[in-house]
């Protein structure tokens, strides 16, 4: 009898085992397999719209033809450039007022002006390439993409440094009187900005909006010269309406790549890479293959529906950000989605959509001092003067209105937090050279 209740014993033990371990096992096994077919069938999605999922649909998405690719000939400009580091030109536009003019006269001052002029003169190979580089539409280095997550991008700090070598040209045009010259390098800077962001990636994008505000600051300086030339006021503008808004629906195609493999490997990554390296831990979503089948599931369908998005209309890019919140999985793990895409994305959005308020406040205030020289007096409102856009930051009308002898523009109004307090300190430091807003005189 004691033997028996014994065996009873063990066996009871035995299945309370069994189903403490087998039922959780049964049901991970059920549920990851569910996952799996899920994940497969959003895959099937993201091929048949071309969202590349391996290195080789990566290779062809980058390669483009070489009567239309400018990277072999941007390599020799490049290896020309390294030859002189080009000045920075946060300091050489310092010595500037906002016309353009030399505010310090000093003979410092116009020792540095006249080694300006030597160091454009010096580069002139280089700027004689540009044209020819520039005429081609796209502009994609080969890469690696074997592993994403280690792939180098040095040809952006080199597009930075040209862009920067190109703003000091424009500026020694202008000491020189050549507003023709300067002109024309307004137009060939505006161009590098444009195949910089033709690549499918982030940091394509953000060094192009980067590029694009400094073409817009010396911009600025060509407009205040050019006050009374209708003319030149027009060639500005077109340079500018010319550029087309970075290519959203391009941009996710490259990070569908990205992240989805960086998800899929992020317990092989190291662990601060999804925290910035600000914080060394290791993310809880990272250690688990389930868990990471999650957090893939939720990107790869933002993706998806981003991507979507952007097909239908390009100009849905604000929308981006909302619907891929919509998506964000609950780990209570900031991390999962803000170091997948979020946060990379919307960095991108919010520096776009500067760099396309900056472009269309430049158009509008050309159209407006065009009427001035017209009707001889500002117009009474914008689109009196036959601008219509929206201020993309706001999605309201530019902050306009005339002066006795000028007119006055907001670009961006300085964002502030609920309290009410100044949150943009940083924004009003650059405002002059970015042009957060035009205050114009024609006396």
């Known amino acids: 009898m004691k033997k028996s209740g014994k065996v009873r014993l063990s066996v009871a033990v035995g299945i309370t085992v069994l189903v403490i371990i087998g039922v959780p096992i049964l049901f991970l096994v059920f549920f990851s397999s569910s996952l799996t077919s899920r994940i497969s069938e959003l895959d099937k999605q993201a091929a048949l719209l071309g969202l590349p999922l391996t290195a080789q649909d990566m290779d062809k998405l980058t390669a483009i ?30 010595r ?64 930075r440094e040209i862009s920067k070598l190109m703003t000091v040209k424009i500026q020694v045009d202008l000491d020189q009187g050549n507003e023709k010259q300067a002109v024309k390098d307004f137009r060939e800077d505006f161009s590098l900005a444009n195949i910089t962001g033709t690549d499918p990636t982030v940091i394509g994008a953000l060094v192009a909006t980067s590029e694009t505000s400094e073409s817009i600051s010396i911009g600025r300086s060509i407009f205040l010269k050019n006050l009374r030339s209708p003319q030149t006021l027009q060639q500005l503008a077109n340079v500018v309406k010319a550029s087309a808004p970075i290519n959203f629906a391009n ?9 989805l493999y960086s998800i899929d490997h992020a317990n092989e990554l190291p662990p601060g890479y999804f925290n910035g390296f600000s914080d060394q831990s290791r993310p809880t979503w990272t250690r688990f293959a389930y868990t990471r089948g999650l957090v893939r599931e939720k990107v790869e369908k933002g993706l998806i529906q981003d991507y979507q998005l952007l097909v239908q209309n390009p100009e849905n890019y604000p929308k981006v950000e909302l619907a891929f919140k919509s998506n964000e999985p609950k780990f209570n793990d900031p991390s999962a989605m803000e170091s997948t895409y979020l946060s990379f994305i919307s960095a991108t959005y919010q520096a776009v959509t500067k760099s396309e ?45 005339p002066t006795p002898n000028g007119f006055h523009l907001v670009v961006m109004p300085a964002p502030t937090s609920e ?25």
């Open 419 to 443: 309290s009410g307090a100044d949150m943009a300190p940083s924004i009003h430091a650059i405002e002059e050279r970015h042009s957060l807003q035009y205050s114009v005189s024609f006396n």
């Open 251 to 259: 941009l996710i195609k490259g990070e569908t790549y990205f992240n």
């Open 357 to 401: 308020t900056l472009k269309k406040a430049f158009i509008a205030v050309c159209d407006v001092a065009i009427y001035y020289n017209q009707h001889h007096k500002a117009p009474a409102t914008l689109a009196d003067a036959g601008f219509h856009d929206l201020n993309p930051l706001t999605n309201a009308s530019y902050e306009y209105s």
């Open 96 to 159: 500037y007022a906002p016309n353009g003019d030399i505010k310090d006269k000093s003979e410092g001052i116009k020792q540095f002006i006249k080694d300006q002029a030597q160091l454009v003169q010096k580069c002139e190979p280089l700027f004689a390439l540009l044209p020819a580089a520039l005429s081609k539409p796209y502009c994609s280095f080969t890469k690696d993409w074997s592993n994403p997550t280690e792939a180098i991008f040095p040809e952006y700090a080199q597009f």
């Open 65 to 94: 033809p070489a009567g239309e690719n400018s990277a072999s000939m941007l390599s020799k400009i490049f290896a020309l450039g390294k030859q002189d580091i080009p000045p920075k030109s946060e300091p050489l536009l310092a």
